[in-house]
């Protein structure tokens, strides 16, 4: 934590805008870790250290505004993170390797311990959820608590029909492809996301679909497992499952929650997770 506090010092905290409605009083920067330079934004003070994990092709500012404006700055440090080829993380371009969960998985405990970071709790969203699984199963010491929400496990042939009925970015409402466009340029998003969705349907070859079930009895953090109960891109028997195979884990369920669900319930989501974080 020294490190991090001296490094702190040297930086220039501005207020940055976040999705056109938030605004949040951001340190960002950008660390070499593993070959690339990964861009982070954090935000409070407090002993708990967080970090926000995004979706497929998403960043800290695109998928976590409330978040970094919203969430309790005296009890927590709250840290998002751009994974490689996302966001801000550009260059390289992102490509999906077989073992890319795994991949991001090292990138953010390495920029974690390379910002000072020596134990921190995790909120993953979606893919980010998925990251985060990895990264509690595998490094015990330094996990504190884990939040997932709209994330899997394993790939079902349910989840083979919503990523192809969703591969052709033409046919997404204006509403959720403009952000992307304008973060990405339509070409690369449209490519990234077909790239995405065809590296998700390799899955579907493993055994069970899977892509980390054999890991999650390694988890041994409490872990709070979320699911809107209107998520149209994740079924409920995937929050089942983690609940299942994960110990120390907890359901909670928003009953009108699609799966962008702690940006539409802000506030329910962050009190949500304020109270299991400082349990
Ligand atoms: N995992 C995606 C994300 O990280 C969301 C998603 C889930 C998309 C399931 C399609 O069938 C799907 N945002």
């Given amino acids: 934590m020294a490190t991090f506090t001296y ?3 040297r930086q220039r905290v501005f207020r940055c805008l976040i999705q056109r409605r938030f605004y949040c009083m951001c340190i960002s920067g950008k660390k070499s870790v593993n070959g690339v330079n990964l861009f ?11 970090l926000l994990m995004p979706g497929a092709l998403g960043s800290g500012p695109t998928d976590f505004g409330p ?13 998002a993170w751009d994974p490689r080829g996302y966001g801000r993380s550009r260059p390289p371009d992102r490509d999906f390797p077989a073992d890319f969960f795994h991949r991001d998985a090292k990138d953010a405990v390495d920029l974690m311990q390379a910002l000072g970071f020596t134990r921190f709790s995790l909120l993953g969203w979606s893919d980010g959820g ?24 394993y790939v079902s042939e349910e989840d083979i029909q919503i990523y192809q009925s969703i591969r052709d970015v033409s046919l997404w409402s204006e509403r959720m492809r403009r952000p992307m466009e304008e973060m990405y340029g339509a070409q690369y998003f449209r490519e990234t ?49 983690l609940l299942k195979n994960i110990k120390d ?31």
């Fill in 7 to 9: 490094y702190l010092a």
């Fill in 40 to 50: 982070y934004q954090f935000t409070g003070q407090g002993s708990h250290a967080l």
């Fill in 67 to 79: 978040q970094l404006e919203k969430l309790n700055k005296s009890r927590f440090t709250v840290v």
């Fill in 130 to 153: 998925i990251t985060a699984l990895i990264m509690a199963a595998l490094n015990h010491g330094l996990i504190n608590k884990l939040v997932v929400w709209g994330s899997n496990a």
């Fill in 193 to 241: 996301w077909e790239k995405w969705v065809d590296a998700m349907r390799q899955f579907a070859y493993n055994p069970q679909g899977n892509i980390c079930t054999e890991l999650l009895h390694l988890i041994h953090c409490p872990t709070l497992i979320v699911h809107g109960a209107k998520d149209p891109v994740v079924p409920y028997f995937h929050p089942q499952y």
């Fill in 249 to 279: 884990s907890r359901l909670h369920v928003i009953p009108d929650g699609k799966h962008n669900l702690h940006l539409r319930y802000t506030s329910e989501f962050n009190t949500l997770v304020e109270e299991f974080l400082n349990d």
